[in-house]
């Protein structure tokens, strides 16, 4: 009859056996750019089934350093992501939740082999990497939501419209009103 009892399933998103880093960001005040980076995926539904948008955020500034879209979750297009966001600077520590793209060998040994500390989430602990979660609650109301997407190629050039508006001319109330751009370049010392 297919009914089935209603529980929490098993998370299948993230691995077994990997190396679990400690959440380092407990009470630490972030004061700069560069200083803290953070990542994620969320999905995006499509008539066609679902996409998957992971980006890379500077916590100081809300600047998105890197994103990138996929039709799987494997972790090539995350490890790409992080490349591009470390061809633009280096953070001194990347939170990500533990995900298997993000406890895989390949993602931490890249941030490890340039002196970044790599820090994970608690297990069900959302909050430890609230700023994406709360750019995910912006592109999707914001964009996603609105234009109702229904091929692949108009979403991609839309979150790359968007993304650009969200670093260069969104005001965030967060940042007295300046743009997470403007407190990126300004903190960094460029322009």
Not at 145 to 158: C, D, F, H, K, M
Request: some cysteine; glycine content about 8%.
């Amino acid at each position: 009859m297919g009914l089935e009892a209603i529980y929490p399933k098993p998370n299948r998103s993230t691995g077994s056996g990997h190396k679990v880093y400690p959440y380092l960001l407990q009470g630490v005040t972030v004061s700069r750019p560069d200083q803290v980076w953070s990542a994620d995926i969320t999905y995006v539904g499509m008539p066609s089934g679902f996409l998957y948008l992971a980006a890379v955020i500077d916590w100081y500034s809300r600047y998105v350093i890197s994103w990138r879209l996929s039709n799987t979750l494997d972790g090539e297009f995350c490890l790409d992501m992080l490349n591009e966001a470390l061809s633009h600077g280096q953070p001194e520590v990347f939170n990500t939740d533990q995900g298997v793209q993000f406890t895989a060998n390949a993602w931490t040994s890249r941030l490890e082999s340039v002196g970044t500390r790599v820090s994970m989430d608690g297990r069900g602990r959302c909050l430890d990497n609230v700023f994406v979660e709360r750019l995910w609650r912006s592109v999707k109301y914001e964009d996603i939501y609105l234009r109702g997407y229904e091929q692949v190629p108009e979403l991609r050039q839309g979150l790359r419209t968007y993304f650009r508006f969200y670093n260069e001319a969104r005001h965030h109330q967060s940042l007295n009103d300046r743009t997470p751009a403007e407190v990126y370049r300004a903190g960094r010392g460029t322009r």
